[in-house]
């Protein structure tokens, strides 16, 4: 294996640990398999599973008993794969709005962030949570909801629109 600065062949993986860029103001690997280059000094960090290693900072993160930093709500939000706008639907504020939490230029609503911190500990994906909040605040619409039993699996949904049709 060569850089993949200056093509130099790399030498041995040696074990160190190395600060994880991911935004963050300290995350540090213990003892990770590294590669440093003789000739440019580029370090190649060989990280297994990044997605689980990611899931247990966030993990971390959310459940912290101090407050979040907006380097956190940022980890948090990109985390759970939300753009800036899909932040703000989600969580039912606006993108300037989020983007000064982020830069801790303005606090975090308490409740604010203990749903973003429990949504991180569920992790769907972000329509998931499109569907489910994305919409909150609109005049109501639905009549109430329909339960079916299906292969002893009970299913509720909003008995409006194609759903009410289906059922
Ligand atoms: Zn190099």
Same mark, same amino acid.
């Given at each position: 294996m060569n850089c993949d600065k200056c093509e130099t062949p790399l030498p041995a993986r040696v074990r160190a640990d190395v600060r994880y860029?991911? !935004?963050?103001?300290s995350v540090m690997l213990i003892n990770v398999e590294v590669q440093r280059c003789t000739n440019c000094g580029n370090e190649i960090v060989h990280i297994p599973n990044i997605t689980g290693l990611n899931k247990a900072i966030a993990e971390a993160v959310a459940s912290q008993e101090d407050r979040l930093c907006g380097a956190e709500i940022r980890f948090l939000r990109k985390y759970l794969g939300w753009s800036g706008a899909d932040a703000a639907r989600i969580l039912g504020s606006r993108a300037e709005t989020l983007s000064r939490w982020e830069n801790d230029r303005l606090p975090i609503p308490t409740p604010t962030e203990r749903l973003l911190r429990v949504l991180a500990m569920s992790n769907r994906p972000v329509e998931f949570y499109e569907d489910m909040? !994305? $919409?909150? !605040?609109? $005049?109501r619409r639905h009549e109430g909801l329909k339960a079916t039993l299906r292969d002893s699996v009970w299913m509720a949904r909003r008995s409006h629109g194609a759903d009410a049709a289906a059922a």
């Open positions: 860029a991911c !935004g963050l103001p909040l !994305g $919409e909150l !605040g609109r $005049e």
